[in-house]
């Protein structure tokens, strides 16, 4: 399930100062988001060492889900800095 993997994305976010800019972006250009996931798609071989395979490709596959998306903006409204 990919909402296990919500609260280590938002650490992320807080950790370098992206949260905000994330919740912009998101609510934002709802129509460039599935477009960045599939970007992320294609870019999956490049990263796989570099990154968590299975935290990446749950991001890219959130991305890409718009009811999946829009429960992930949420949370990120609702997560306290």
Excluded: C, H
Excluded at 8 to 18: A, C, D, F, M, S
């Amino acid at each position: 399930m990919q909402q296990s993997f919500w609260p280590t994305w938002r650490n992320i976010l807080v950790k370098r100062n992206l949260l905000k800019p994330a919740r912009f972006l998101f609510d934002t250009n709802s129509a460039l988001i599935p477009l960045i996931g599939q970007l992320m798609f294609i870019g999956m071989p490049l990263v796989r060492g570099v990154v968590n395979a299975s935290s990446y490709q749950a991001f890219v596959e959130m991305l890409t889900d718009e009811n999946e998306l829009a429960n992930f903006v949420d949370y990120l409204k609702g997560a306290q800095v």
